[in-house]
């Protein structure tokens, strides 16, 4: 067999090179040579029929927002007006057979011997991956940063909804103690406007708190699927009827671990923002998947980790998120629904993103090509077995009582306002204002306490600190635990400890004179 003569070993070569060259000549850009690897990266073979000024559409050269790369500022022409090696690494192929191809292009002009430039070669080398991998990590980024944003808002709200709840716990309380002993009518609607109004200022403290993760949030085995048929239900009936609802639930069973009516609002609050997008009608969807996370998907989505995970997502038809207002949608009182008859309360995605947060799941909304918009859910999917908390029972009626109670809250609105009620049904009462002087008081006093009616949040000595205080005085001490920031996982360990109740403010005199009395007759039973 003859030898190859070096000239066919030098082109052997370059064409198994893993990058495209290709060849033209200088100045009008006729072709002269490509390698295989250029028509694999391009998805088409050289062009003969094209030469400067027109190279963008024949080869489907584009910019990476989808526009025909500018002719003027390909890479041959820019090294012929360098006179030297450029490199330009924002071009996108558009292959004849759909695929897209991101494009590093080395161009280097070949001077002849008086100087003049003869020929560019340039290297087309595939940097797809490169390009999908900074894009992947600028995303994960971006919601790191959005998380990290949401997360000081979700803490200001939490702080400010504590506050008011405070606040609307002593009006409760007050207001229903007086109006015990009211005989008058017209005193007797009074207070109950003033109930109605708290309750409303309540409703409103709920929304803040699940927002910022610290509202009621129960630890029971649920299914997606079912709160997702059951939200359903409700809004088939509900919906106008030029919007068409579509349904697939094709998660194999959807087990979370989670609360069944926040997540009931999450899907409803997901729902009526479709809807409002739709004011011509159109089409809604509701779906559920199984989902597999890989460590990379996970990082791209915190706080998922990898591993199973249930995925609720909902789709409209409407006119889609303006870009501007996209990194704001889940900010509290922010609203894009100005027109209209009804503005939007700002509260709506707001509270779906803090239901999400608290389940230890994620919220995405993106555009829905060609037009409208999808929201998904993540949620971890629930492991084998997992415990249900202790509930506190309805409120019946007012129920009297006797024995010295010790009241600890360090809002004196609050702890005044308990302590009246509480003397009003009987007891006795003793008053601390934080932990600290409640052990004290305990240790000198605790013979004839018969409960302890604790806040959670103190300074000095919190919930927590203080009932472990107190269990080392007396093993048996019966405690009521009171905080604004309803039954979550932090008030949840402190139940776990043998704390014998819960009583979520605002309360008014029957609620926490039902609660006081479970508590006391509970310890009565055990000791």
């Known amino acids: ?14 064409d198994e090179l893993p990058v495209g060259v290709w060849v033209a000549r200088a100045p009008g850009g006729e072709f002269v040579y490509a390698n295989r690897m250029f028509g694999e990266i391009m998805g088409t073979g050289p062009r003969s029929d094209v030469g400067v000024g027109g190279y963008a559409q024949p080869y489907g050269i584009h910019t990476r927002d989808g526009a025909l790369y500018p002719e003027d500022r390909l890479p041959f022409v820019l090294a012929l007006q360098a006179r030297a090696t450029v490199t330009v690494d ?4 558009h292959r004849p057979d759909g695929g897209r191809v991101d494009i590093r292009a080395q161009a280097r002009p070949v001077f002849g011997a008086s100087g003049e430039i003869t020929h560019v070669v340039i290297a087309f080398i595939d940097i797809t991956r490169e390009v999908e991998a900074d894009l992947a990590r600028a995303e994960s980024e971006q919601r790191l ?12 709200a939490g702080g400010i909804a504590h506050d008011f709840n405070n606040l609307l716990a002593a009006i409760r309380v007050i207001a229903s103690t007086l109006q015990r002993t009211e005989v008058e009518p017209e005193r007797i609607e009074a207070f109950d406007q003033i109930d109605q109004a708290a309750e409303s200022a309540v409703q409103l403290t709920r929304s803040l708190l699940g927002f910022a993760r610290r509202g009621k949030h129960l630890a029971a085995r649920i299914s997606i699927n079912d709160v997702a048929r059951a939200v359903t239900g409700i809004v088939e009936r509900s919906l106008d009827r030029r919007i068409e609802i579509e349904t697939d639930f094709a998660a194999e069973s ?26 011509e009608g159109g089409r809604l969807a509701v779906r559920t998947r199984d989902v597999a996370l890989i460590q990379a998907e996970a990082r791209r989505r915190p706080p998922l980790k990898p591993g199973r995970h249930v995925m609720l997502e909902v789709q409209d038809d409407g006119a889609g998120i303006d870009p501007a207002i996209r990194d704001r949608i889940f900010e509290p009182y922010f609203t894009a629904k100005v027109a209209g008859a009804v503005r939007g309360s700002g509260l709506g995605l707001a509270t779906a993103f803090g239901i999400v947060q608290s389940h230890g799941g994620m919220i995405e ?17 629930a492991p084998p077995s997992e415990r249900v908390p202790i509930t506190t029972p309805p409120p019946r009626s007012v129920r009297l ?3 010295t109670v010790l009241v600890v809250d360090d809002e004196p609105l609050v702890n005044a306002a308990t302590s009246l009620a509480l003397r009003k049904i009987g007891y006795s009462v003793l008053r601390a204002r934080d932990g600290v002087e409640a052990v004290e008081i305990y240790r000198q006093r605790g013979p004839e306490i018969v409960a302890v009616v604790l806040d959670m949040v103190m300074p000095r000595l919190d919930g927590r600190g203080t009932y472990l205080a107190l269990r080392e005085l007396n093993p048996d001490v019966r405690v009521l635990l009171t905080t604004g920031f309803a039954l979550n996982d932090e008030a949840q360990r402190i139940i776990d400890l043998g704390v014998r109740g819960f009583l979520a403010k605002p309360f008014d005199i029957h609620t926490l004179s039902e609660a006081l009395a479970e508590v006391i007759a509970g310890g009565r039973r055990r000791s």
């Open 401 to 403: 009582g006797e024995g």
């Open 145 to 156: 940063r959005q998380a990290q944003k949401m997360e000081s808002i979700g803490n200001l």
């Open 1 to 14: 067999m003859a030898e190859l003569s070096d000239q066919a070993i030098v082109a052997t070569v370059v």
């Open 365 to 381: 909304v993106e555009d829905a090509r060609p037009r409208g918009t999808i929201a998904r859910v993540y949620v971890p999917a």
């Open 90 to 93: 924002d071009i996108v192929i």
């Open 254 to 279: 959807g087990d979370v671990v989670g609360d069944f009516s926040q997540l009931e609002q999450l899907l409803m609050n997901l729902i009526v923002n479709a809807r409002d997008a739709m004011p």
